[in-house]
C-alpha cells in the first residue's frame, strides 16, 4: 500500500532492526551488531550485480536504484548496477558476465517468462542467490530459478485501475480503450493488460494495447498518432509510466479528450493528477522494489535466510492524496 515518506524511513529502519534481532551467529561469522545495524555473517563486502532491464534514462527506475543503493550502503553490499536497455541479448549477457566473475548475488527484473531460463538458472545452479524485482516471470522454468519476487501483482493491478475507470462511469459501453504500453511483450503488460480486460469486460469494453517504447518523444509521437487516426477513444490507460507521463501531451496535441488513468509515478505524472489532465495512478513504490530485493540478498548471504515474495502494493493515487507524495515522485514513488 501507499505509505508517506515517513513510512519509508520506517521501513528502512526496521530492515536495519530485524539484523540486529536475530538469533545466534552462524558458523560463516558473528551476530548482528545491535549498536550499528551492521551484519555479522560474511555479507558486508559481498558483491551484487544489479540488472535493470530498461536504459538509465527511464524515469521509473530512479526511485528503484535509490532504494537498491541505500539498501547496499547500509548492509555494506559492494553494488553494481546496470541497464540493459531493454534489450535481451544486453541482458543475458550482463547476467552471464556477472555469474562468471564470481558475482556473490544477482537482482534482476525479469520481463520474459523465457528470454532469461538459461542464465538465470546457470547463476542458481553455481550458487548464486536471484532475486527478482519490479517485474518478474510468471510461468516456466526460470521461476524455479529465482529466490523470490519484490514488486507488483500486475493482473491485480490492471484489474484496479479499469475498475476505478468502469465504476467512475468513464468507459462508455462496448468501447475500445487505448491502451499503450511501452513494451507490450513484457509480463508486466500482459498482467496488468489481462487485469484491465477483466473490468473492462463489465461493460463491453476492451483494450487496445499499442506499443510505445521507453523513449517520452516516440512514446507521444505514437500516442498522438493513435489519437489523431481514432478521434472517437474517450478512454486512455496506459499500462506503464511512460505512456502515462506523455498521454496528457498527445491528447492536447491530436485535439481530443479522453478521460486518463494509468500506472506510476514522475513529478510530471503527479502535477498532471494536481491539475485534473490525469484522473489516477496505480502506484507501486519503486523504491522499496530496489531497497527490499537488496535487503534480502544481504541477508541471505549473511546468514542463509531465505528471500520471500513482496507485494509492494497497488494503491490509487488521485487528486485525494497526491499531495502527500508529489514532492517525493521520482526519487521514492
Do not use: W
Request: glycine share 8%; net charge positive.
Amino acid at each position: 500500500m501507499l505509505r508517506k515518506a515517513s513510512s519509508l524511513v520506517l521501513a528502512a529502519v526496521a530492515a536495519v532492526l530485524l539484523t540486529s534481532c536475530m538469533g545466534e551467529p552462524n558458523a560463516a561469522g558473528g551476530a548482528p551488531n545491535a549498536a550499528t545495524g551492521k551484519l555479522g555473517g560474511t555479507a558486508h563486502g559481498k558483491k551484487v550485480t544489479f540488472i535493470v532491464y530498461a536504459d538509465q534514462s527511464t524515469p521509473f527506475f530512479n526511485p528503484v536504484v535509490n532504494g537498491a543503493r541505500a539498501a547496499a550502503k547500509v548492509y555494506g553490499i559492494n553494488l553494481n548496477v546496470e541497464y540493459s536497455n531493454s534489450n535481451t541479448s544486453t541482458q543475458v549477457n550482463q547476467i552471464e558476465t556477472a555469474t562468471a566473475s564470481g558475482v556473490s548475488g544477482l537482482a534482476v527484473s525479469i520481463p520474459s517468462n523465457t528470454a532469461y531460463t538459461k542464465s538465470i538458472c546457470a547463476a542458481h545452479a553455481k550458487g548464486i542467490p536471484v532475486v527478482a524485482f519490479n517485474v518478474t516471470a510468471t510461468a516456466g522454468q526460470v521461476r524455479n530459478c529465482v529466490l523470490s519476487y519484490v514488486g507488483q501483482n500486475f493482473e491485480q493491478a490492471g484489474y484496479q485501475a479499469a475498475k476505478q475507470l468502469v465504476d467512475a462511469g468513464k468507459v462508455p459501453h462496448g468501447a475500445q480503450v487505448f491502451c499503450p504500453v511501452e513494451d507490450p511483450t513484457a509480463v508486466y503488460a500482459s498482467g496488468r493488460a489481462a487485469g484491465a480486460n477483466r473490468a473492462l469486460k463489465a461493460v463491453g469494453a476492451k483494450c487496445d494495447v499499442v506499443s510505445t517504447s521507453f523513449d517520452l518523444a516516440q512514446a507521444q509521437t505514437t500516442e498522438t498518432q493513435y489519437l489523431l487516426g481514432h478521434q472517437g477513444t474517450k478512454v486512455i490507460l496506459a499500462l506503464g509510466q511512460v505512456p502515462l507521463q506523455v498521454a496528457p501531451s498527445a491528447t492536447k496535441a491530436a485535439h481530443t479528450h479522453a478521460a486518463i488513468a494509468g500506472f506510476d509515478l514522475s513529478q510530471q505524472i503527479a502535477t498532471s493528477i494536481e491539475n485534473g489532465s490525469i484522473l489516477a495512478t496505480i502506484e507501486q513504490q519503486p523504491y522499496l522494489q530496489g531497497y527490499y530485493s537488496v535487503t534480502q540478498l544481504a541477508l541471505n548471504l549473511a546468514y542463509g535466510s531465505t528471500p520471500s515474495d513482496v507485494n509492494t502494493g497497488n494503491k490509487i493515487v488521485n487528486s485525494s492524496n497526491v499531495r502527500q507524495i508529489a514532492k517525493l515522485a521520482g526519487t521514492v514513488y
